[in-house]
Protein backbone atom coordinates (compact mmCIF):
# COMPACT_ATOMS: atom_id res chain seq x y z
CA UNK A 1 0.00 0.00 0.00
CA UNK A 2 1.29 3.29 -0.85
CA UNK A 3 0.79 6.48 1.05
CA UNK A 4 0.99 9.79 -0.22
CA UNK A 5 3.91 12.48 0.41
CA UNK A 6 1.88 14.19 3.68
CA UNK A 7 0.77 10.61 5.16
CA UNK A 8 4.22 9.35 4.75
CA UNK A 9 5.88 12.52 6.55
CA UNK A 10 3.43 12.14 9.51
CA UNK A 11 4.67 8.60 9.99
CA UNK A 12 8.07 8.97 9.70
CA UNK A 13 7.83 12.54 12.16
CA UNK A 14 6.50 10.17 14.50
CA UNK A 15 9.39 8.23 15.00
CA UNK A 16 11.42 11.38 15.52
CA UNK A 17 12.64 12.06 11.79
CA UNK A 18 12.85 15.39 10.95
CA UNK A 19 10.44 16.25 7.91
CA UNK A 20 9.43 19.65 6.16
CA UNK A 21 6.83 21.55 7.73
CA UNK A 22 3.57 21.45 5.79
CA UNK A 23 -0.44 21.28 5.61
CA UNK A 24 -2.76 19.59 2.88
CA UNK A 25 -5.46 21.13 1.32
CA UNK A 26 -8.02 20.46 -1.55
CA UNK A 27 -9.17 24.09 -2.40
CA UNK A 28 -7.06 27.19 -3.26
CA UNK A 29 -8.77 28.48 -0.44
CA UNK A 30 -7.46 25.85 2.15
CA UNK A 31 -4.15 26.41 0.57
CA UNK A 32 -4.21 30.39 1.90
CA UNK A 33 -5.09 28.96 5.27
CA UNK A 34 -2.26 26.45 5.09
CA UNK A 35 0.30 29.29 3.69
CA UNK A 36 -0.56 31.95 6.14
CA UNK A 37 -0.46 29.00 9.16
CA UNK A 38 2.90 28.22 7.66
CA UNK A 39 3.80 32.07 8.01
CA UNK A 40 3.16 32.52 11.83
CA UNK A 41 4.42 28.80 13.19
CA UNK A 42 7.68 29.34 10.69
CA UNK A 43 8.36 32.46 9.52
CA UNK A 44 8.49 31.02 5.62
CA UNK A 45 8.71 34.05 3.30
CA UNK A 46 8.22 31.31 0.23
CA UNK A 47 5.71 28.13 0.10
CA UNK A 48 5.95 25.41 -2.39
CA UNK A 49 2.97 23.59 -3.71
CA UNK A 50 3.16 20.11 -4.20
CA UNK A 51 0.68 17.68 -6.22
CA UNK A 52 -0.48 14.98 -4.30
CA UNK A 53 -0.58 11.94 -6.01
CA UNK A 54 0.73 8.01 -6.15
CA UNK A 55 3.75 8.77 -8.36
CA UNK A 56 7.24 10.26 -8.69
CA UNK A 57 8.83 13.00 -10.72
CA UNK A 58 6.04 15.11 -10.23
CA UNK A 59 8.38 18.15 -10.26
CA UNK A 60 9.36 16.85 -14.13
CA UNK A 61 5.47 17.41 -14.58
CA UNK A 62 4.63 20.30 -13.77
CA UNK A 63 3.07 19.30 -10.06
CA UNK A 64 5.76 21.14 -7.45
CA UNK A 65 5.90 25.14 -8.09
CA UNK A 66 7.54 27.31 -5.39
CA UNK A 67 5.20 30.66 -4.66
CA UNK A 68 7.12 33.69 -3.60
CA UNK A 69 4.13 35.33 -2.47
CA UNK A 70 0.22 35.03 -2.13
CA UNK A 71 -0.70 35.77 -5.62
CA UNK A 72 2.02 32.92 -7.10
CA UNK A 73 0.29 30.63 -4.16
CA UNK A 74 -3.09 30.73 -5.41
CA UNK A 75 -1.99 30.70 -9.06
CA UNK A 76 -0.19 27.16 -8.68
CA UNK A 77 -2.70 25.88 -6.04
CA UNK A 78 -5.30 26.77 -8.78
CA UNK A 79 -3.44 24.99 -11.44
CA UNK A 80 -2.08 22.26 -9.56
CA UNK A 81 -5.55 21.47 -8.34
CA UNK A 82 -7.91 19.31 -10.59
CA UNK A 83 -4.66 18.69 -13.51
CA UNK A 84 -4.42 15.43 -14.79
CA UNK A 85 -0.64 15.47 -13.78
CA UNK A 86 1.55 13.11 -16.15
CA UNK A 87 4.95 12.33 -14.86
CA UNK A 88 7.68 9.33 -16.33
CA UNK A 89 6.00 7.43 -13.39
CA UNK A 90 2.13 7.54 -14.15
CA UNK A 91 0.39 5.32 -15.81
CA UNK A 92 1.79 5.64 -19.80
CA UNK A 93 4.42 7.91 -18.88
CA UNK A 94 4.53 11.52 -20.32
CA UNK A 95 2.68 10.18 -22.94
CA UNK A 96 -0.19 8.54 -21.02
CA UNK A 97 -3.78 10.27 -19.47
CA UNK A 98 -1.88 11.02 -16.21
CA UNK A 99 -3.69 11.39 -12.61
CA UNK A 100 -6.02 13.57 -11.36
CA UNK A 101 -4.85 15.71 -8.51
CA UNK A 102 -7.26 16.00 -5.84
CA UNK A 103 -5.34 17.40 -2.85
CA UNK A 104 -1.70 19.73 -2.97
CA UNK A 105 0.99 19.71 0.20
CA UNK A 106 1.46 23.48 1.14
CA UNK A 107 5.03 22.92 2.84
CA UNK A 108 7.33 25.42 3.72
CA UNK A 109 10.55 26.54 2.06
CA UNK A 110 13.32 24.21 3.45
CA UNK A 111 16.26 26.21 1.32
CA UNK A 112 15.76 29.16 2.97
CA UNK A 113 17.34 31.75 3.43
CA UNK A 114 20.74 30.46 1.91
CA UNK A 115 19.87 27.57 -1.14
CA UNK A 116 23.73 27.63 -2.18
CA UNK A 117 24.78 26.67 1.24
CA UNK A 118 22.09 23.23 0.74
CA UNK A 119 22.92 20.06 -0.44
CA UNK A 120 20.54 17.33 -1.43
CA UNK A 121 21.12 13.55 -1.12
CA UNK A 122 19.41 10.25 -1.39
CA UNK A 123 18.36 8.13 0.71
CA UNK A 124 16.33 5.20 0.34
CA UNK A 125 15.63 1.81 2.29
CA UNK A 126 13.92 -1.23 1.00
CA UNK A 127 14.66 -5.34 1.32
CA UNK A 128 16.80 -7.21 -1.60
CA UNK A 129 15.11 -10.68 -0.95
CA UNK A 130 18.38 -12.59 -3.21
CA UNK A 131 20.47 -11.30 -0.23
CA UNK A 132 17.75 -11.69 2.61
CA UNK A 133 18.80 -8.22 3.66
CA UNK A 134 17.64 -5.05 3.94
CA UNK A 135 19.49 -2.57 2.20
CA UNK A 136 20.44 1.39 2.57
CA UNK A 137 20.58 2.63 -0.66
CA UNK A 138 22.03 6.57 -1.11
CA UNK A 139 23.89 8.94 -3.18
CA UNK A 140 25.63 12.30 -2.75
CA UNK A 141 23.76 13.45 -5.48
CA UNK A 142 19.99 13.19 -4.88
CA UNK A 143 17.54 15.24 -6.52
CA UNK A 144 14.70 15.32 -9.77
CA UNK A 145 17.76 13.85 -11.64
CA UNK A 146 18.94 10.41 -9.60
CA UNK A 147 17.60 7.65 -12.01
CA UNK A 148 20.81 9.90 -14.81
CA UNK A 149 23.25 9.46 -11.63
CA UNK A 150 22.59 5.53 -11.17
CA UNK A 151 22.57 5.22 -14.81
CA UNK A 152 25.52 7.30 -15.41
CA UNK A 153 27.65 7.47 -12.35
CA UNK A 154 26.65 4.20 -10.67
CA UNK A 155 29.98 4.89 -8.38
CA UNK A 156 28.51 7.46 -6.64
CA UNK A 157 25.51 5.14 -5.56
CA UNK A 158 26.28 3.37 -2.51
CA UNK A 159 24.61 0.38 -0.55
CA UNK A 160 24.87 -0.57 2.95
CA UNK A 161 23.04 -3.95 3.65
CA UNK A 162 22.00 -4.98 7.22
CA UNK A 163 21.43 -8.30 9.23
CA UNK A 164 16.96 -8.05 10.07
CA UNK A 165 18.24 -9.92 13.57
CA UNK A 166 21.18 -6.89 14.49
CA UNK A 167 19.47 -4.09 12.67
CA UNK A 168 21.31 -1.19 11.54
CA UNK A 169 24.84 -0.92 13.77
CA UNK A 170 26.31 1.96 14.61
CA UNK A 171 29.54 2.04 12.44
CA UNK A 172 27.09 1.56 9.42
CA UNK A 173 25.33 4.70 10.59
CA UNK A 174 28.84 6.32 10.31
CA UNK A 175 30.06 4.75 7.11
CA UNK A 176 26.91 6.26 5.25
CA UNK A 177 27.67 9.77 6.69
CA UNK A 178 31.01 9.57 5.34
CA UNK A 179 30.08 8.15 2.07
CA UNK A 180 27.65 11.72 1.96
CA UNK A 181 30.83 13.87 2.88
CA UNK A 182 28.93 15.07 5.82
CA UNK A 183 31.19 17.06 8.90
CA UNK A 184 30.66 18.45 11.77
CA UNK A 185 26.97 19.61 13.06
CA UNK A 186 25.33 17.53 9.83
CA UNK A 187 27.39 14.08 10.25
CA UNK A 188 25.88 14.17 13.89
CA UNK A 189 22.15 15.36 12.89
CA UNK A 190 22.31 11.95 9.94
CA UNK A 191 23.38 10.09 12.35
CA UNK A 192 20.55 10.57 14.17
CA UNK A 193 18.07 10.79 11.45
CA UNK A 194 18.90 7.80 9.73
CA UNK A 195 18.32 5.74 12.81
CA UNK A 196 15.09 7.13 13.11
CA UNK A 197 14.50 6.46 9.49
CA UNK A 198 15.52 2.37 9.97
CA UNK A 199 13.53 2.36 13.00
CA UNK A 200 10.23 3.98 11.23
CA UNK A 201 11.05 0.85 8.25
CA UNK A 202 10.67 -1.62 10.42
CA UNK A 203 8.18 -0.46 13.28
CA UNK A 204 5.49 0.42 10.12
CA UNK A 205 6.35 -3.14 8.05
CA UNK A 206 7.43 -0.68 5.07
CA UNK A 207 8.66 -2.26 2.14
CA UNK A 208 10.33 0.93 0.49
CA UNK A 209 11.15 4.29 2.06
CA UNK A 210 12.51 6.44 -0.32
CA UNK A 211 13.97 10.02 0.97
CA UNK A 212 14.63 12.15 -2.48
CA UNK A 213 15.41 15.00 -1.43
CA UNK A 214 17.54 14.30 2.04
CA UNK A 215 18.38 17.70 2.54
CA UNK A 216 21.58 19.43 4.46
CA UNK A 217 20.25 22.44 5.53
CA UNK A 218 21.93 26.22 5.46
CA UNK A 219 22.33 25.33 9.23
CA UNK A 220 23.61 21.68 9.23
CA UNK A 221 20.43 20.69 10.11
CA UNK A 222 18.81 17.43 7.90
CA UNK A 223 15.60 17.04 6.13
CA UNK A 224 13.68 14.76 4.51
CA UNK A 225 11.81 17.11 2.30
CA UNK A 226 9.99 14.58 0.30
CA UNK A 227 9.13 11.09 0.36
CA UNK A 228 7.82 8.08 -0.98
CA UNK A 229 6.51 5.42 1.46
CA UNK A 230 5.15 1.60 0.29
CA UNK A 231 4.03 -0.50 2.84
CA UNK A 232 3.63 -4.26 3.29
CA UNK A 233 -0.22 -5.15 2.37
CA UNK A 234 0.50 -8.32 4.86
CA UNK A 235 1.71 -6.06 7.47
CA UNK A 236 -1.71 -3.82 7.97
CA UNK A 237 -2.89 -6.18 10.22
CA UNK A 238 -0.89 -4.57 12.89
CA UNK A 239 -1.21 -0.87 11.88
CA UNK A 240 -4.83 -0.30 11.55
CA UNK A 241 -3.83 3.78 11.93
CA UNK A 242 -1.87 3.04 8.47
CA UNK A 243 -4.37 1.16 6.92
CA UNK A 244 -6.94 3.46 7.45
CA UNK A 245 -4.66 5.90 5.17
CA UNK A 246 -5.18 4.34 2.01
CA UNK A 247 -6.42 6.24 -0.76
CA UNK A 248 -8.68 3.85 -3.38
CA UNK A 249 -8.73 7.13 -5.35
CA UNK A 250 -4.94 6.19 -6.68
CA UNK A 251 -5.63 2.64 -7.37
CA UNK A 252 -7.29 0.96 -10.06
CA UNK A 253 -11.15 0.51 -9.45
CA UNK A 254 -11.00 -2.59 -10.66
CA UNK A 255 -8.35 -4.14 -8.17
CA UNK A 256 -10.15 -2.17 -5.35
CA UNK A 257 -13.45 -4.00 -6.29
CA UNK A 258 -11.49 -7.00 -6.48
CA UNK A 259 -10.30 -6.86 -2.88
CA UNK A 260 -13.62 -6.60 -1.76
CA UNK A 261 -14.39 -9.99 -2.31
CA UNK A 262 -11.29 -11.08 -1.31
CA UNK A 263 -9.40 -11.76 -4.65
CA UNK A 264 -5.87 -11.13 -5.73
CA UNK A 265 -6.00 -9.02 -8.90
CA UNK A 266 -3.56 -7.08 -10.69
CA UNK A 267 -4.55 -5.90 -14.34
CA UNK A 268 -2.05 -6.05 -17.01
CA UNK A 269 -1.84 -5.25 -20.15
CA UNK A 270 -2.26 -8.83 -22.75
CA UNK A 271 -5.32 -10.42 -24.52
CA UNK A 272 -5.86 -13.74 -22.31
CA UNK A 273 -7.33 -13.58 -19.03
CA UNK A 274 -6.50 -16.10 -15.90
CA UNK A 275 -8.18 -17.15 -13.41
CA UNK A 276 -6.32 -19.51 -10.86
CA UNK A 277 -5.81 -20.73 -7.30
CA UNK A 278 -2.17 -20.05 -6.01
CA UNK A 279 0.32 -17.62 -6.84
CA UNK A 280 2.93 -20.04 -7.95
CA UNK A 281 0.30 -21.90 -10.06
CA UNK A 282 -0.76 -18.57 -11.91
CA UNK A 283 2.67 -17.41 -12.47
CA UNK A 284 2.82 -20.46 -14.28
CA UNK A 285 -0.14 -20.08 -16.17
CA UNK A 286 0.87 -16.55 -17.11
CA UNK A 287 4.22 -18.27 -18.81
CA UNK A 288 2.24 -21.29 -20.63
CA UNK A 289 0.04 -17.97 -21.79
CA UNK A 290 3.09 -16.39 -23.37
CA UNK A 291 4.89 -19.64 -24.08
CA UNK A 292 1.54 -20.11 -26.09
CA UNK A 293 1.74 -16.78 -27.82
CA UNK A 294 -0.86 -14.65 -25.81
CA UNK A 295 -0.25 -12.36 -23.28
CA UNK A 296 -1.98 -12.37 -19.89
CA UNK A 297 -4.31 -9.54 -19.38
CA UNK A 298 -4.40 -10.24 -15.76
CA UNK A 299 -2.66 -11.65 -12.52
CA UNK A 300 -6.06 -13.54 -10.08
CA UNK A 301 -5.44 -15.88 -7.74
CA UNK A 302 -9.20 -16.75 -6.44
CA UNK A 303 -7.72 -18.22 -2.84
CA UNK A 304 -7.93 -21.59 -1.06
CA UNK A 305 -11.27 -21.32 -0.08
CA UNK A 306 -13.44 -19.85 -3.20
CA UNK A 307 -16.72 -20.80 -3.80
CA UNK A 308 -19.33 -20.08 -6.45
CA UNK A 309 -20.14 -16.89 -5.59
CA UNK A 310 -16.24 -15.54 -5.91
CA UNK A 311 -15.68 -17.11 -8.55
CA UNK A 312 -18.34 -15.33 -10.44
CA UNK A 313 -17.13 -12.07 -9.27
CA UNK A 314 -13.50 -13.13 -10.59
CA UNK A 315 -15.29 -13.81 -13.90
CA UNK A 316 -17.14 -10.43 -14.41
CA UNK A 317 -13.93 -8.44 -13.74
CA UNK A 318 -12.02 -10.35 -16.22
CA UNK A 319 -14.76 -9.76 -18.77
CA UNK A 320 -15.11 -6.17 -17.94
CA UNK A 321 -11.63 -6.06 -20.09
CA UNK A 322 -12.28 -5.22 -23.69
CA UNK A 323 -9.13 -6.27 -24.58
CA UNK A 324 -9.42 -10.22 -23.43
CA UNK A 325 -9.99 -12.63 -26.12
CA UNK A 326 -9.82 -15.76 -24.46
CA UNK A 327 -10.17 -17.00 -20.56
CA UNK A 328 -7.80 -19.63 -19.37
CA UNK A 329 -9.18 -21.56 -15.82
CA UNK A 330 -7.26 -23.47 -14.37
CA UNK A 331 -7.52 -24.60 -10.87
CA UNK A 332 -6.03 -27.53 -9.08
CA UNK A 333 -8.05 -28.48 -6.51
CA UNK A 334 -5.97 -28.87 -3.25
CA UNK A 335 -8.22 -26.94 -0.43
CA UNK A 336 -10.68 -25.45 -2.74
CA UNK A 337 -13.06 -28.04 -4.71
CA UNK A 338 -12.89 -27.97 -8.31
CA UNK A 339 -17.19 -28.67 -8.26
CA UNK A 340 -17.19 -24.86 -5.93
CA UNK A 341 -15.18 -23.88 -8.93
CA UNK A 342 -17.12 -25.36 -11.69
CA UNK A 343 -20.53 -24.03 -10.62
CA UNK A 344 -19.33 -20.56 -10.46
CA UNK A 345 -18.71 -20.65 -13.70
CA UNK A 346 -21.55 -21.96 -14.72
CA UNK A 347 -23.27 -19.65 -12.45
CA UNK A 348 -21.59 -16.77 -14.05
CA UNK A 349 -21.88 -17.64 -17.69
CA UNK A 350 -26.04 -18.26 -17.03
CA UNK A 351 -26.20 -15.04 -15.10
CA UNK A 352 -23.91 -12.87 -17.39
CA UNK A 353 -24.94 -14.24 -20.48
CA UNK A 354 -24.05 -13.06 -24.35
CA UNK A 355 -20.73 -13.99 -23.48
CA UNK A 356 -18.78 -14.01 -26.92
CA UNK A 357 -15.36 -14.66 -25.42
CA UNK A 358 -13.78 -18.38 -25.48
CA UNK A 359 -13.46 -20.14 -22.05
CA UNK A 360 -10.77 -22.94 -21.46
CA UNK A 361 -11.16 -24.57 -18.41
CA UNK A 362 -8.57 -26.92 -16.62
CA UNK A 363 -9.63 -28.35 -13.48
CA UNK A 364 -7.65 -31.24 -11.70
CA UNK A 365 -7.71 -32.53 -8.23
CA UNK A 366 -10.40 -32.45 -5.37
CA UNK A 367 -13.89 -33.20 -7.08
CA UNK A 368 -12.46 -32.35 -10.32
CA UNK A 369 -14.77 -35.49 -11.94
CA UNK A 370 -17.97 -33.99 -10.54
CA UNK A 371 -16.67 -30.54 -11.92
CA UNK A 372 -15.92 -32.00 -15.17
CA UNK A 373 -19.83 -33.48 -15.39
CA UNK A 374 -21.10 -30.52 -14.24
CA UNK A 375 -19.89 -28.13 -16.77
CA UNK A 376 -20.12 -31.06 -19.76
CA UNK A 377 -24.12 -31.02 -18.88
CA UNK A 378 -24.97 -27.39 -18.30
CA UNK A 379 -24.65 -26.91 -22.55
CA UNK A 380 -22.18 -23.90 -22.52
CA UNK A 381 -19.61 -23.64 -24.82
CA UNK A 382 -16.73 -24.27 -22.61
CA UNK A 383 -13.72 -26.07 -23.81
CA UNK A 384 -12.07 -28.32 -21.14
CA UNK A 385 -8.42 -29.08 -21.08
CA UNK A 386 -6.94 -32.23 -18.52
CA UNK A 387 -3.13 -31.36 -19.22
CA UNK A 388 -1.72 -27.91 -19.08
CA UNK A 389 -0.50 -28.00 -23.12
CA UNK A 390 -3.91 -28.53 -23.57
CA UNK A 391 -5.10 -26.22 -22.34
CA UNK A 392 -2.01 -23.86 -23.91
CA UNK A 393 -3.07 -25.55 -27.37
CA UNK A 394 -6.24 -23.95 -26.93
CA UNK A 395 -5.42 -20.72 -26.11
CA UNK A 396 -3.61 -20.43 -29.48
CA UNK A 397 -6.09 -21.48 -31.06
CA UNK A 398 -8.53 -18.98 -29.97
CA UNK A 399 -5.92 -15.84 -30.07
CA UNK A 400 -4.72 -16.38 -33.52
Wanted: glycine fraction near 10%; charged fraction near 25%; aromatic fraction near 6%.
Amino acid sequence: MNLHEYQGKELLSSYGVVTQKGYIAHTVEEAVAAFERLKAETGTEFCVVKAQIHAGGRGKGGGVKLAKNMDDLKQHAGNILGMMLKTPQTPGGMDGDGKLVRKVLIAEDSYAPDFSACKEYYVSILMDREKKRNVIIYSSEGGMNIEEVAEKTPHLVHKEYIDPHVGLRDFQKRNIAFNLGLKGNAYKEFLGFISNLYKAFIGADASLFEINPCLKTADDRIIAVDCKVSLDDNGLFRHPELAAMRDTDEEDPTEVEAKSYGLNYVKLDGNVGCMVNGAGLAMATMDIIKLSGGSPANFLDVGGTADAERVEQAFRLILRDSHVKAILINIFGGIVRCDRVAQGVVDAYQSIGNIHVPIIVRLQGTNADIAKELIDNSGLEVHSAIQLQEAADLVRKFIS
